[in-house]
Antibody
Framework: EVQLVQSGAEVKKPGESLRISCKGS????????IGWVRQMPGKGLEWMGI????????RYSPSFQGQVTISADKSINTAYLQWRSLKASDTAMYYC??????????????????WGQGTMVTVSS | EIVLTQSPGTLSLSPGERASLSCRTS???????LAWYQQKPGQAPRLLIS???SRATGIPDRFSGSGSGTDFTLTISDLEPEDFAVYYC?????????FGQGTKVEIK
C-alpha cells in the first residue's frame, strides 16, 4: 500500500525548535516530489513548498521562505519540515503529500494524490 | 504568484441536487495543471480531479471537472450524504502551487 505516515502531534513553546517527519512507503520515494501544506485552525489549505527526495531539490512559497526548512533523507524514505524558532502563529495542522507524476515522466509534477494523516503543531506559552 | 478564487464560499443544497463549484485563477494556466480536493472534518484532503477533468482512482463518476484558461468548475451531480464537505482547487502550473480558499457544501 502506498502511504505517507507523519510523526505525532507536538506541543511547543514560542522560540523552541521543531522537526516533524513524513515517511513514505509502498513506492519509490526518491522519484516523486513531496509537498508540505499548512492548515491553520478553521482555515484553508496553504502550499508551503516541495522537495524532490532523489536530489533534495527544494522550492518554497515566498510566504514560507526563510521561515521553515524542508529536507529529506532518502536512505530512510523520510521528508522533514523544520522550524528554528516557533511562533504562536505556527499553530496549525501540517500535511505532507505526494505529487504524482505526469504519465510517469521523471521529475514531472502532477496533483497531490497521497496525503499523510497530518501533524498538529501547537505553540503556546 | 497565481491567486485562485473559489465561489461561492458556501453552497447549501439537499441530497440529490447538483452542485456547481467555481475556481477562477488570476492568470491563465494550462488545463493540465488544475486539481480539485475534498476535505471532510478531521480528515486529510483527498484528490478528486487532476488535469482539470481527470477523475482520480476510485472517485465516483458523479464528480466531474471542466474548464480552461482562468475558469474551472467542479460539478457534483446527484449529491450523496457523504459529499457534504469542503472543496479546494489547486494550480500546479507555476510555483508557488497555490490553493483556492475553499467552498463548503452543506446540507440545506
Amino acid at each position: 500500500e502506498v502511504q505517507l505516515v507523519q510523526s505525532g502531534a507536538e506541543v511547543k513553546k514560542p522560540g523552541e525548535s521543531l522537526r516533524i517527519s513524513c515517511k513514505g512507503s509502498g513506492y519509490s520515494f526518491t522519484t516523486f516530489w513531496i509537498g508540505w501544506v499548512r492548515q491553520m485552525p478553521g482555515k484553508g489549505l496553504e502550499w508551503m513548498g516541495i522537495i524532490y527526495p532523489g536530489d533534495s531539490d527544494t522550492r518554497y512559497s515566498p510566504s514560507f521562505q526563510g521561515q521553515v526548512t524542508i529536507s529529506a533523507d532518502k536512505s530512510i524514505n523520510t521528508a522533514y519540515l523544520q522550524w528554528r524558532s516557533l511562533k504562536a502563529s505556527d499553530t496549525a495542522m501540517y500535511y505532507c503529500a505526494r505529487h504524482t507524476t505526469i504519465f510517469g515522466v521523471v521529475r514531472s509534477l502532477d496533483a497531490l494524490d497521497i496525503w499523510g494523516q497530518g501533524t498538529m503543531v501547537t505553540v503556546s506559552s | 504568484e497565481i491567486v485562485l478564487t473559489q465561489s461561492p464560499g458556501t453552497l447549501s443544497l439537499s441530497p440529490g441536487e447538483r452542485a456547481s463549484l467555481s475556481c477562477r485563477t488570476s492568470q491563465t494556466i494550462s488545463s493540465s495543471y488544475l486539481a480539485w480536493y475534498q476535505q471532510k472534518p478531521g480528515q486529510a484532503p483527498r484528490l478528486l480531479i487532476s488535469g482539470a477533468s481527470s477523475r482520480a482512482t476510485g472517485i465516483p463518476d458523479r464528480f466531474s471537472g471542466s474548464g480552461s484558461g482562468t475558469d474551472f468548475t467542479l460539478t457534483i451531480s446527484d449529491l450523496e450524504p457523504e459529499d457534504f464537505a469542503v472543496y479546494y482547487c489547486q494550480q500546479y502550473d507555476s510555483s508557488p502551487y497555490s490553493f483556492g480558499q475553499g467552498t463548503k457544501v452543506e446540507i440545506k
